[in-house]
């Protein structure tokens, strides 16, 4: 991973690179940024109708003063649209526009979008250039670095799609001020994943921020900064395991419950970062009764949890549910569920063979907490 200039950040494995340009106000840049890229002119864009009544009309305009061509399709917001039915929306526009190889998609919007259009981008002519534009917290952190692409199935979150790197990411945290609430600080579980698993002093400046943070009263400055490093977290990762045969699987921390837990619940109850803040409390209610974490750090995760405004138990579930849906995540190998719990903050492992009791004694005191 290299560091081009401030504010752009370059992931390199194989034989692609993705470069990510993090700057404040970077979506008035576009035009510049594109040009500098030397791509057609002419190119596709995929939004959802959230995102399109904010941004898409600007968008638009600041690209054809410029010049280029851009072409839009808007679809459904929410995870309902995270779908082969959309996915072959987008290809069936495509192949109706003749959009050519060299054009490139982009993915103006949140992790929804960014999961969908990516694929697309994979699929068609075998892979055509992919620009995401992230607009929410946790798709500019995370679901926007790192060429995961993808739908889910009836059955499973992320079971179909590819690992596709993107030409270009462009990050404005400034698109984080028209955020709903609850959009803005589900993002923030993933922030904390990265604090828990690979930086230390990432959580305790979580921990200094956390009642600014919560409140948006932050300074731009400061959200800027944390945004950039965890880029350069999970950049620093991708680059040595692209395809996650080793380290990348540690970003799934907290993920195993979560991505069961919004599969089981149709994926309307619970968002992404919600159910990835309570899959973290059971990871670590796992990790403390094996001894691998201390009480403390525990509670320490759990109260920046709760300052961050995001939840960390919930009820009524049907735990024997779950389980089956764990079996079901990509995650699982040789039919083993994988695991990853932290040992201190900073740090954590993979583990396998986690005994069936244990996991539903954490499940059990996540329902059971108040």
């Not at 002519?125 to 679901?143: E, F, K, M, N």
């Not at 764990?326 to 932290?342: A, T, Y």
Request: aromatic share 6%.
């Amino acid at each position: 991973m290299e560091v081009n200039a401030a504010g752009a950040l370059t992931l390199k494995s194989g034989t692609t690179s993705s470069q990510a340009i993090i700057a404040w106000g970077g979506l008035q840049r576009l035009p510049e940024i594109l040009h500098a890229s030397g791509l057609p002119h002419r190119l596709f864009i995929v939004t959802d109708a959230n995102v399109g009544e904010l941004y898409a009309g600007l968008t638009l305009d600041t690209l054809q003063q410029a010049s280029f061509a851009p072409n839009l399709l808007t679809i459904p917001a929410g995870e309902s649209s995270k779908s082969l039915l959309y996915w072959q929306q987008i290809l069936d526009w495509l192949v109706e526009n003749k959009a050519e190889r060299q054009e490139p998609l982009l993915a103006l919007g949140g992790g929804v979008v960014g999961d969908l259009t990516g694929f697309a981008a994979a699929s068609y002519h075998r892979g055509i250039p992919l620009i995401q534009i992230p607009t929410t917290l946790l798709a500019q952190v995370d679901s926007a670095i790192g060429g995961k692409t993808g739908v889910n199935h009836p059955k499973g979150k992320n079971l179909i799609g590819a690992i596709y790197q993107p030409r270009l990411i462009i990050v404005d945290p400034a698109c984080l001020l028209t955020l709903p609430d609850r959009v803005y600080r589900e993002g923030w579980a993933e922030i904390v994943k990265y604090g828990m698993i690979l930086d230390a002093e990432l959580f305790e400046l979580l921990e200094t921020h956390a009642a600014s943070l919560y409140a948006r009263k932050g300074d731009p400055a400061l959200l800027t900064r944390i945004i950039s490093r965890c880029i350069q977290l999970k950049m620093d990762v991708v680059s040595s395991d692209e395809r996650e045969t080793g380290l990348r699987t540690i970003l799934n921390y907290g993920h195993t419950f979560g991505h069961a837990l919004e599969a089981l619940t149709d994926y309307g109850a619970w968002l992404h970062g919600e159910a990835v803040s309570i899959g973290m409390e059971v990871a670590a209610h796992i990790a403390v009764s094996k001894g691998l974490l201390s009480p403390g750090d525990a509670l320490r995760q759990r109260r920046l949890l709760q300052a961050l405004g995001l939840p960390t138990h919930c009820s009524g579930l049907d735990i024997e549910a779950l389980l089956i849906a764990m079996q079901r995540d990509k995650k699982v190998q040789s039919g083993r569920v994988r695991w990853v719990l932290p040992t201190h903050i900073g740090h954590a492992a993979i583990y396998h063979d986690i005994p069936l009791d244990t996991v539903r004694n954490a499940i059990n005191t996540v329902q059971a907490v108040q």
